[in-house]
């Protein structure tokens, strides 16, 4: 009897619901009921749509998945939390995935920057524990900073905001000030080289070692590279970059084309000075 009742029950609930128009899962209330009756349900489980990016190779190293995400549209898409933090120094705003543009960071050019306070942070740069990276833009002549928050999370690198604002104290404003004008103004160049000028090179001789040498002044106007005058990439992958420190390291990496110099200027006597440069491109 106890059978019968409820298959009649579940004949005139479903024959009622034939009639209305409703939102609610008609299974639900179909399992809640026998629930009730029986104190006996098997339980249909829901299957879960998982669309969070997974790890790829390119998540193990942060330099392997930024230059993907700079050069790749799809992957970039999917690698960006949307909407997406901007802020525009004081007024916060949100982008839209349809909004995005493409954001080719520094790999349309043939080499990138970095910034370190000593020797010691170079190590960093390959650091496979890091979880946390900020990509910077520091535009020199409007003294503004542009910054990329990627963080790791579950091994998968995501960008999750933007912010573009003035370059505050503490942040290399000294050294801004001075390497703004250092590259563009040759007589003040010259004045701010230590003399003479370290320098250390692959041995022409032998390319598997390493040649210290120095450059007088002359030499130096010979040797020197192309600096960048307009504005400065930097990736910090944990760096401090205080304007307090009487030391920084300008590294410039050529992209695919076996191109580094290294720049290190410290502060003497009050004044920023070069006092050696490293040329060791392949």
Sequence with gaps: MRKIGLGLCLLVFLMSCGNKKTK???FVTITNMVDSASHKVDTVPQVEVDNDPKPTEADESFDDFVYA???DDVLQQQRTKFPLPYYNVDTPSKIEKEDWEHDYLF?????????????DDLELVGDTAIASVQVEWIFLENRMVKKYYFERVKGVWMLEAINLRQIEQGENEDFVTFYSRFVTDSL???SHIRKPLEYITIDPDDEFSILETTLDLNQWYAFRPVLPVDKLSNINYG????DDSNTKILKVNGIGNGYTNIFYFRRYRGDWELYKYEDTSI
């Design 24 to 26: 609610m899962d008609p």
């Design 239 to 242: 760096q401090k970059n205080s």
């Design 188 to 190: 003040y160049q010259s």
């Design 69 to 71: 995400y700079a050069s």
């Design 107 to 119: 790999t349309q050019q043939s080499y990138y920057t970095l910034l370190f306070d000593n020797e």
